[in-house]
Structure formats: C-alpha cells, structure tokens
C-alpha cells in the first residue's frame, strides 16, 4: 500500500506530514531544506520543523559538511504475503501471549531471512526482549530462530554452516558440523526448534514454522521466554502451547489442496 496524503479531513496534519517527508527523503537522496520545501509546496519554516522534529527522534539526520538532510529510516510496505501471514496469525499471537505470559514474535521468511513483522507483549509483567517489528536476526548466531530457518527453510551453504556460533554461559562458542545436524534433525522431529541455551539477555525462544500452500517456509512463530524454563513441566508446557498456536496459523492439508 502506497503512502499518500488523506483525502479526507486529517486528525494529525503533522504526523502525516512527517511521514511523507521522510518518504521523500527516501526517495530524493540527501536533499537541502530549499529542495524539500519546493517538492512539497509547505513553507520552509513549516519543513525545518518537522524535520528538527524527525531529527530529533533520530528518523532523520542532517550532514553538518553540506547541512543536507539525510534519512535514518526507510519505510517500507508489507507485501501482500507478509500481510496475509500478519492477519493470520493475529488471534493465534494474541491468545498466545495470554496463555504463556511471554513476548510472542512473528516473522516472515524469504531469501534465506527471517524478518519480524508483529509482536506480542504480555501486559502484566515488565518486558525483557528487545527484538522490535523490522528485525531480522544474525544468520551466523545458531539460535532457534536460526535452526527454524536451516530446518525449514533454505539451506545455507556448507561454508556458512561451518562459522556457526551460539550463546553458552554468556560466551560465543562455536558449533561442530554434526552437533548442527544433530540438533536440525531433533528440531524437524519435534516440529518446533528451541534455543541451545537463552541468549545474552536471557532470553530462550520457541520457534515454530508456518508454511505456505505450496508447502514453502512462510515464517515463524516465536515465543521469547524470559525467564527460560531449563527443562521439566514448564518448558514442556511452553513447547506444547507454541505448537498449538503455530498450528492454528499454518495453513491445513485440506486448504493447501484447495488453493
């Protein structure tokens, strides 16, 4: 869907303002206050407020060399598959989050790459993940959102495999080529990956796949759990209800026969 002024009445001039703004920006390049001011027809002034206000919340930024704006930020519109997987998963996520009392995380996967599109936060405790919507994890760190992508996903190439590394008592360790299988074949087997050990952050993530009609990797389903259940009833439970919202997304057999 394309950014574009309101044909109606406008409850907040400036924020649509800003908004169109740094959608210029992005696609003028680094651009003087005189250029943006003639390519949007506002007054000057009016212009060099609401860029000291993009400024100052760090959407934009300003060369002191050339005193050329510049963006920080790009904007950039859902697919219409990424927004079929969002409006999907919507009620999943949310009963989701109720029922485990953790951040629940949905990504979209394509090229090898999983992307956040939407989150979950539990509304009765203080929130530990920092992971935010247009996140894409780093392939080289082995975690389930990671695994979730080698299981499911494309494969990466053997090269890639090989600098793989993992959180272990806050250390980077790297991971041996048949521990990576070993721990790929367990995750396909219980259809859900689930991180070596938590994070830096202490966070430990629930990772269950989403599937396309034709069968392909559409994305993941999250749950980041802190604090992580090392094992017994709670970490079961955890596993068990990821599944289950997972399932609720994914597409059934009798849909994808139908599409």
Not at 35 to 54: E, I, N, Q
Not at 90 to 107: I, K, N, W, Y
């Given at each position: 869907?394309?950014?574009?002024?309101?044909?109606?009445?406008?409850?907040?001039p400036?924020?649509?303002?800003?908004?169109?703004?740094?959608?210029r920006l992005?696609?003028?390049?680094?651009?003087?206050?005189?250029?943006?001011?003639?390519?949007?027809?506002?007054?000057?002034?009016?212009?060099?407020?609401?860029?000291?206000?993009?400024?100052?919340?760090?959407?934009?930024?300003?060369?002191?060399?050339?005193?050329?704006?510049r963006?920080?930020?790009?904007?950039?519109?859902?697919?219409?598959?990424?927004?079929?997987?969002?409006?999907?998963?919507?009620?999943?996520?949310?009963?989701?989050?109720?029922?485990?009392?953790?951040?629940?995380?949905?990504?979209?996967?394509?090229?090898?790459?999983?992307?956040?599109?939407?989150?979950?936060?539990?509304?009765?405790?203080?929130?530990?993940?920092?992971?935010?919507?247009?996140?894409?994890?780093?392939?080289?760190?082995?975690?389930?959102?990671?695994?979730?992508?080698?299981?499911?996903g494309?494969?990466?190439?053997?090269?890639?495999?090989?600098?793989?590394?993992?959180?272990?008592?806050?250390?980077?360790?790297?991971l041996?080529?048949?521990?990576?299988?070993?721990?790929?074949?367990?995750?396909?087997?219980?259809?859900?990956?689930?991180?070596?050990?938590?994070?830096?952050?202490?966070?430990?993530?629930?990772?269950?796949?989403?599937?396309?009609?034709?069968?392909?990797?559409?994305?993941?389903?999250?749950?980041?759990?802190?604090?992580?259940?090392?094992?017994?009833?709670?970490?079961?439970?955890?596993?068990?209800?990821?599944?289950?919202?997972?399932?609720?997304?994914?597409?059934?057999?009798?849909?994808?026969?139908?599409?």
């Amino acid at each position: 869907m394309e950014l574009r002024p309101l044909s109606g009445p406008d409850p907040s001039p400036a924020l649509t303002r800003g908004l169109l703004l740094l959608k210029r920006l992005g696609a003028d390049g680094a651009s003087s206050l005189e250029h943006l001011a003639h390519a949007t027809g506002w007054p000057k002034s009016s212009v060099f407020r609401l860029l000291a206000s993009l400024e100052a919340c760090g959407a934009v930024q300003r060369d002191p060399a050339d005193r050329r704006y510049r963006a920080a930020l790009r904007l950039v519109p859902f697919a219409a598959v990424e927004e079929d997987l969002r409006l999907r998963a919507v009620a999943a996520m949310q009963d989701l989050v109720r029922a485990a009392g953790h951040t629940v995380e949905l990504f979209a996967y394509s090229g090898g790459a999983l992307t956040m599109l939407d989150r979950r936060v539990p509304e009765d405790r203080e929130v530990a993940v920092r992971a935010r919507i247009g996140w894409q994890p780093d392939r080289s760190e082995l975690f389930a959102l990671t695994a979730a992508a080698l299981a499911w996903g494309d494969p990466a190439p053997a090269p890639a495999r090989s600098r793989l590394w993992y959180w272990k008592n806050q250390t980077r360790v790297p991971l041996k080529t048949a521990a990576l299988l070993k721990y790929l074949n367990e995750s396909r087997a219980r259809g859900l990956a689930v991180c070596l050990c938590p994070n830096f952050h202490g966070v430990r993530r629930y990772v269950a796949p989403v599937f396309q009609a034709d069968g392909a990797l559409w994305g993941v389903l999250s749950l980041a759990a802190v604090p992580a259940p090392l094992k017994g009833p709670a970490h079961a439970r955890l596993i068990r209800l990821a599944l289950d919202a997972a399932k609720r997304v994914n597409l059934s057999a009798a849909e994808r026969a139908a599409s």
